[in-house]
């Protein structure tokens, strides 16, 4: 009720003194002089907070790029589907995605330990109870007893 008063008598009010003073609405105001600024100033201000957004979005894009990498790599190594999203967070960043180097020796030593596994001493080492010295000695052994009889063997 008060609001409604207010807007009555103050309307007619306003037309009685001839709008003598004139407010600015806090809307028209300028940016810079709300900050304390020169127009020039504030320009500056405003080029240089958007330089360094973009900055910021092109690392933010860098990483996931290199995320994306490392997911792909994993979900070839272990034969998974491919995930398109990957796919187009590395077109987008370009060439410029490179492995960290950390993860890039980690990534090297577990194709070290992967191809020693699938060799076949890599398999004898699985088996538990197994001395690989001696097994070496035996086949050694029997190299050179099949020498010996190849050596007494007439038809050799």
């Not at 037309?15 to 028209?28: S, Y």
Request: aromatic share 4%.
């Amino acid at each position: 009720m008060a609001f409604m008063v207010k807007h009555v008598v103050g309307g007619q009010l306003k037309n009685l003194t001839g709008g003598l003073t004139e407010e600015k609405p806090e809307a028209e105001k300028s940016d810079a002089a709300a900050q304390g600024m020169t127009q020039e100033e504030f320009e500056q201000y405003q080029q240089q907070l958007e330089e360094e957004k973009q900055e910021r979005e092109a690392h933010f894009a860098q990483k996931k790029a290199e995320r994306a990498t490392v997911r792909t790599h994993f979900r070839e190594k272990y034969r998974l589907p491919k995930n398109e999203v990957d796919e187009t967070q590395i077109q987008q960043a370009g060439d410029d995605v490179v492995l960290p180097t950390e993860l890039a020796k980690m990534i090297a030593e577990d194709n070290q330990e992967e191809t020693h596994k699938q060799s076949v001493l890599g398999q004898l080492s699985n088996i538990q109870n197994v001395d690989i010295d001696q097994l070496k000695d035996k086949a050694q052994a029997t190299l050179e007893d099949l020498k010996k009889q190849t050596e007494n063997c007439s038809l050799m």
